[in-house]
């Protein structure tokens, strides 16, 4: 029994880490590629460099931190932050998949970035612009999948498993994009999105309620039935909102 529970925690943390990690690479990786298509390579993996070595910085400065927290308030508010999380995810996820808002478009992004890029003269700027847009692009994705780690991995007490996780996934989706050398536009993403909102909501509301001392129904392996509840309950939003007749095709969501 004690094995069954450890181990349906642990599917659920490593799926929610990995997807929500996959997921934010891949975007960051499409505006890398973009800026060392467009702009030099030097400047992009110098951009990259530095937000990584910030994004270091933020973990070494607060992950520490956490660990001091009192279980029962740590769950309870980062069960509060997931939630919010996983719901904007799951609305946006829903109102792609029943095609009342366009799906995120790799490809779009990459050419609106190579577009930016190639509309700012050459000169003495270039390799600021270069190193800003790359910054930019792996700071802000990079920060969620830091977030993601902190909040999941310390409140499961498995802070290592989720940057393990996390760092096994940065390296496969940087490995894929190296050898695909361009954008990962055939990911199927808004499905990514639809399962990293499901497990950010399932911890979130399984956390809220240890926090406010709950006994769940098999522990941590109730997990598993918050995953089965919310896919249902995704799918019969799609269902509902989904329009019955064909509409004119959405603007690209860049």
């Known amino acids: 029994m004690f094995a069954t529970t450890v181990s349906s925690g642990v599917v659920v943390l490593v799926g929610a880490v990995f997807l929500a990690s996959t ?5 960051a990786l499409t ?17 990259v460099a530095a937000a990584l070595i910030a994004l270091a910085a933020l973990v070494a400065a607060f992950g520490p931190a956490l660990v001091h927290v009192p279980l029962s308030v740590l769950r309870l508010i980062v069960g509060g932050v997931l ?16 095609g009342l808002k366009a799906k995120h478009d790799e ?22 612009i270069a190193f800003v847009m790359a910054f930019k692009g792996v700071f802000l994705e990079g920060l969620e999948v830091v977030i993601t780690v902190l ?6 007490h498995r802070l290592g498993l989720a940057a393990t996780v996390a760092g096994i996934a940065v390296v496969l989706v940087a490995i894929v994009g190296a050898v695909v050398a361009k954008q990962l536009s055939r990911v199927p993403e808004n499905a990514m999105k639809m399962s990293v909102g499901v497990l950010l909501v399932t911890y979130g509301t399984f956390w ?7 006994r769940w129904p098999g522990n941590d392996t109730f997990l ?21 007749k064909p509409s004119s095709p959405a603007k690209v969501d860049a």
């Not at 779009?108 to 000169?123: D, F, H, K, R, W």
């Not at 809220?208 to 709950?214: F, T």
Request: charged share 20%.
């Open 31 to 47: 505006i890398v590629f973009a800026v060392g298509h467009t702009r030099g390579w030097r400047s992009a993996f110098e951009g």
């Open 151 to 156: 909040t999941l991995g310390t409140s499961a």
């Open 83 to 98: 939630l919010i999380f996983g719901m904007q995810w799951l609305r946006k996820a829903v109102l792609r998949s029943s």
């Open 23 to 27: 997921v934010e690479m891949v975007e």
């Open 107 to 128: 490809d779009a992004i990459y050419n609106e970035t190579v577009a930016e890029l190639e509309n700012v003269q050459s000169g003495t700027n270039r390799d600021r």
């Open 208 to 214: 809220v309620g240890e926090g406010l001392k709950v």
């Open 224 to 244: 598993l039935a918050f995953v089965g509840i919310y896919a249902v309950v995704c799918w019969a939003l799609v269902t509902m909102i989904k329009p019955k």
